[in-house]
């Protein structure tokens, strides 16, 4: 079965820290662009970060630079989103997905204010910064 498979979500206080994970099976994440995305409470679903299969570039939103990084560990088939110095403002459920050898996926994903196109999509986990 092909899917995508985020866990790692929580409660969390301002300042804390919390690693995601999009775990893939079915397929291989090497060849696949991998994005993070997350909705808030009674907002539109955003891009926050993705990692590029073509050069393994990274990318971010603006929100989220300097405290997010993004990785892949190809021997687990997976992708991580490291988020420090969390802010109530980062409370959401986040998913991942993946596109298959899109080269301009990524900058559609932090830059457009629609979700680009995707293969797979996970269910998402939920993050929750509060005190």
């Known amino acids: 079965e092909v899917q995508l498979v985020e866990s790692g979500g929580g409660l969390v206080q301002p300042g804390g820290s919390l690693r995601l994970s999009c775990a893939a099976s079915?397929?291989?994440?090497?060849?696949?662009?991998i994005g993070w995305f997350r909705q808030a409470p009674g907002k539109e679903r955003e891009g926050v970060s993705c990692?590029?299969?073509?050069?393994?570039?990274?990318y971010f939103a603006d929100s989220v630079k300097g405290r997010f990084t993004i990785s892949s560990d190809n021997a687990k088939n997976t992708v991580y989103l490291q988020m420090n110095s969390l802010k109530p403002e980062d409370t959401g459920v986040y998913y991942c997905?993946?596109?298959?050898?899109?080269?301009?996926?990524?900058?559609?994903?932090?830059?457009?204010?629609?979700?680009?196109?995707?293969?797979?999509w996970g269910q998402g986990t939920q993050v929750t910064v509060s005190s």
């Open positions: 079915g397929f291989t994440v090497d060849d696949y662009a």
């Open positions: 997905a993946a596109r298959w050898l899109a080269v301009t996926y990524c900058e559609e994903v932090v830059g457009s204010d629609t979700i680009p196109s995707y293969d797979y």
């Open positions: 990692i590029s299969r073509t050069d393994g570039s990274t």
